[in-house]
């Protein structure tokens, strides 16, 4: 059974910029969630998406956007980066019914994006 | 909206020595809570979860914690560390019916 697997593992970008990251869940996972965890803080969410609808969101602005796979991999997509952007971004995948978090998350290594 | 603190940041203790590190949240309804650790350079993995029942639930690596309904805690103990239990802890409990909502971290840092 292969386990959440993110990349890039490190990118760096400059403010302005737009960014991809890649998630891919771990197998018989259909949510994914995305977590931004700057240095020093715990994470705090994204989004989450269930069969490839946006299944809540927080409090992010819309220049953060996601998308689902039928395959249920997950990309998280940041425009116009920002200085305070700079974070390590965890995907977790978790199985359920209607992307209930009372299933276990279980979560991917992280990207950890620069923006100079 | 529900909150989670923990209320140390920092913890040194010496190999085999007991610890506790401490979490309360805030909800006035039915409360899901977990147990995180995030080894250095590394994501983070479950350690231990409550959802119902026995209020003491323990992990496969000697770690327990106790949902504590009237002080809204579940502090997270081992009675004997390990330098391999360096790590930072996160807890963090089930807002609404989408996401976890985590706490500060707790950097436990275990001395020879």
């Known amino acids: 059974e292969t386990g959440v697997t993110q990349s890039p593992t490190h990118l760096i970008k400059t403010r302005g910029q737009q960014v991809t990251l890649r998630c891919s869940s771990q197998?018989?996972?259909?949510?994914v969630s995305w977590y931004q965890q700057a240095l020093g803080q715990g994470p705090q969410f994204i989004f989450q998406?269930?069969?490839?609808?946006?299944?809540g969101r927080g409090n992010f602005p819309p220049r953060f956007s996601g998308l689902q796979f039928p395959n249920y991999s997950s990309e998280l997509n940041v425009n116009a980066l920002e200085l305070d952007d700079s974070a390590l971004y965890l995907c977790a995948s978790s199985s359920g019914t209607s992307g209930r978090n009372t299933d276990t998350q279980y979560f991917g290594p992280g990207t950890r994006l620069t923006v100079l | 909206a529900q909150s989670v603190t923990q209320l140390d940041s920092q913890v040194p203790v010496f190999e085999e020595a007991p610890v506790e590190l401490r979490c309360n949240y805030s909800s006035s309804v039915s409360v899901y809570l977990f147990w995180y650790v995030q080894y250095p350079n590394q994501g983070l993995q479950l350690l231990l979860k409550y959802l119902s029942g026995s209020t003491l639930v323990e992990s496969i690596n000697g770690f327990e914690a106790e949902f504590n309904k009237s002080q809204t805690s579940f502090h997270l103990r081992k009675p004997s560390v390990h330098i391999s239990d360096t790590a930072e802890y996160f807890c963090a409990v089930v807002q609404g019916a989408q996401k976890l909502v985590f706490g500060q971290g707790t950097r436990l840092t275990i001395n020879p």
């Open positions: 998406y269930y069969r490839e609808e946006e299944n």
């Open positions: 197998s018989g996972h259909n949510t």
